[in-house]
């Protein structure tokens, strides 16, 4: 456990170092018109918030099993379902989001939005069966070190760096895909979801990169601790720039009507101003 207090310390201090950079943006554009509440402001606030929650309770968490001679095999047990379930939610949360701009991005078509469902639920099942059939058979030592079985890591990490690269192709297929009526050019929207899709996919692949480098060459016991605390804060700040630089959009260019970031994204050129006819 001598790992997870630097790592959380860390990721603690990033998660509160962008919200301290962000609380400008996110007073104007999120608190202040908190009374209409949408799906997409909540996944804002909790990857925001519970974010510096779940770093708070891994020091809390670190500090109390550093005094304890010998830790008992149960809290050990608690402790990595905690940081699996901590990890699904934000995952999930980015994940969501990035799907509603894909699903948005390509005029909300239900053939896209089921299939996208469907991807979606495929890859939290799978996921999930995979923790819930090898969690139960994790051993610990008496400092609470525990080693996942490689294939176990590989698989999620592998899946999950597949999923987020076919979410980043759909993304740019939408030129090829996408019915004719969709903007063919560099909109300012458009122009938006290319580069946060592209930096969130980066982020995110690097730290699963990262993970997946150090299951593999790091020491056998303990490693995951070290890699946890960092990874939730590239979700949560990815999560939350995202659903900042839809919202700052929408006021820098006056264009919030021409489409709308609740539980869906949608681009209407039909609310565009029309030019004024020549005198």
Known sequence: MLA?????????????????????????????????????????????????????????FA????????IPAFMCRRWLAYQIITTFIFLNAINIVLMIRVYAFYRRNWRMGAFLSAFFIARFTSATVTAAMNVPFVKFDEECGFHMPRPVVFFFLISEMIYQSFILVLTFAQQVLGSKDLPRVPTP??????????ISYAAIFAGLISALIYAWIGPRKNSEPFVFPVFISILTTSTCRI????????????????????????????NRAEPDPPA
Request: net charge negative.
């Open 243 to 270: 659903i900042l630089n839809m919202h700052q959009l929408a006021e820098r260019d006056n264009i919030a009507q021409a489409f709308e970031l609740t539980a869906t994204v949608e681009i209407d050129d039909d």
């Open 189 to 198: 929207v458009v122009s938006l979801f290319y580069r946060d899709g592209v």
């Open 63 to 70: 500090w109390k099993v550093d005094s304890l001679s010998a």
């Open 4 to 60: 997870l207090i630097p790592s959380s310390c860390l990721g603690l201090f990033l998660s509160l170092w962008e919200t301290v950079i962000a609380f400008p943006e996110e007073t104007h554009l999120i608190w202040a018109r908190l009374r209409s509440l949408s799906f997409v402001k909540f996944l804002y606030i909790v990857s925001r918030y519970l974010g510096l929650v779940v770093h708070a309770l891994n020091i809390a």
